[in-house]
């Protein structure tokens, strides 16, 4: 079951607070440009700290090795076997269109060329974890922060945090639809709004239970989008067939007051019946929090 880019960061066994690499290249992300670039991720809305592009860095594509191809080979067959017939109709078309294979771990700038004239949305690589507020900087600009190392193959069913597979084949298919990628760039846009703890809090359950853990009903049965079933052969199939689990309709304000917990398949889902639903909800939502920064102007967040 993957984690949420977002909202976990995980830690090394040593305690030092840095994001631990499970990956087998992470020679990739072990240069001066990466080290510079999560330096600047890292103090994201500090003074001197508001760019996001100083965030991304190069895919070095070369630097996969044999293994790690096999690894995408064997992630991308398993789950689309599933996947052809359970999967939300709009996830399929988004992988076709953006040409998602698998015999090759994705080149970004391939992917970036057929995603731009569909949505104006492009995946940008980043040597590791985003922290909030660069994460939201990123996406209310249409630009999606892509962690670009694979796990390795003795953690093929599990990974603490994103990997390129999470994030290219779990998330970005959806980003090649115009309803999505407008609720997704509205999200980013609105959580810049506030800096209030519960509205924080709130617009992670949000994420957590739509963009990472959706349901949605297409062709008279329930279907799954989010990136973190599309991603995990376990979850995916646990989400649709355990009956412990509790699938409620889709309603704003009962997701965001929903806590998650991580460390466990969910046993709660929220089911959309479109992607309006989930456009319209957050264009409301952002609304509500517009207001409120105009009532209540935030605080100078750099000092």
Known sequence: MMRNPVFLAPTDDAGTGKPKSYSLNAAMIDDAQAGQAQHYADHFGQPGYDDPTCMYISQRYDGYTDENQETWTTLFDRQMQYLADNASNVWLSGAKAIN??????????????????????????????????????????????????????????????????????????????????????????????TNDESHTERLARLFWFTVEFGLIREDGRLKIYGSGLISSPGESRHALESPEVDR????????????????????????????EQLRD?????????????????LSNTSS
């Not at 700038?109 to 995603?115: A, D, F, V």
């Not at 193959?153 to 390129?164: A, F, H, Q, R, T």
């Not at 991580?262 to 709660?268: A, R, S, T, V």
């Open 100 to 193: 998602l294979r698998r015999d090759h771990i994705p080149d970004l700038s391939e992917i970036n060329s057929r995603l731009g004239p569909l949505t104006g949305w492009a995946s940008r690589a980043v040597p590791g974890y985003v922290p909030a507020q660069g994460f939201f900087a990123c996406i209310g600009r249409r630009e999606f922060p892509t962690t670009i190392v694979i796990r390795p193959k003795d953690s093929i069913d599990y990974l603490p945090e994103p990997d390129i597979f999470h994030d290219i084949f779990g998330h970005v298919p959806l980003h090649a639809d115009p309803v999505f990628a407008d609720f997704l760039q509205t999200y980013g846009q609105a959580a810049l709004t």
């Open 281 to 297: 909800a957050m264009n409301t939502y952002a609304q509500r929090l517009l207001k409120m920064a105009d009532e209540t102007p």
């Open 248 to 275: 409620r309709p889709f309603d704003l304000d009962r997701v965001c007051d929903t806590a998650f917990e991580i460390d466990h398949y969910q046993p709660i889902l929220y089911v959309l019946e479109s992607f």
